[in-house]
């Protein structure tokens, strides 16, 4: 829902929002295949399948930074803003309080389990939770203001989150 409205709103950063719904999925369908492993295969066999997890997830962070710079610079290079929307903006203040609370489970598990593929998942969590705070804000300033350009500053404002963590998860090689 969150990719489709914002595409007809013409919302990077509600276009991310929902990519980063997707990343998500995927990024905990990895850690799932990880922690599987684990569990077939003993602890000393998962490393392996840690390190990938770990990677993947670190990757997704990094795709997501790089669509959000491209589409934010486009936006901003064309001066073309998005339109108001108010599917995305229940949507963006629904995630916020939801996506907190998984994300603080997940970090949790993640130190008691010493998984590092755990917390570069919770990490996409916290994205989730930036981008739908950077959704709420750029609607509701489109809202009010109209401004054509705050979706693409909203938007940028959270890649440094995106890349420190997709660095954070691609550069950990401390073995648990």
Do not use: N
């Amino acid at each position: 829902m969150a990719v489709a409205s914002g595409i007809a709103a013409h919302s990077i950063s509600l276009t991310a929002f929902g990519l980063d719904s997707l990343i998500e999925l995927a990024s905990s369908s990895v850690l799932i295949w990880r922690l599987s492993s684990e569990l077939r295969f003993g602890h000393a066999a998962s490393m392996a399948a840690e390190r990938i997890a770990r990677r993947v997830a670190g990757g997704l962070l990094f795709a997501l930074a790089a669509y959000v710079v491209a589409a934010a610079g486009w936006s901003l290079w064309r001066s073309e803003g998005q339109v108001f929307s108010w599917p995305g903006l229940v949507v963006a203040i629904l995630a916020m309080p939801v996506m907190g609370l998984l994300a603080r489970h997940k970090l949790a598990l993640a130190d008691r389990l010493g998984s590092a593929a755990l917390r570069a998942d919770a990490a996409e969590s916290l994205a989730c939770l930036w981008l739908s705070g950077a959704v709420a804000i750029g609607l509701a300033a489109q809202l009010v203001f109209g401004f054509w350009w705050v979706d693409a500053v909203t938007s940028l404002a959270i890649v440094w989150f995106l890349v420190k963590e997709g660095c954070e998860a691609w550069g950990t090689e401390k073995e648990e």
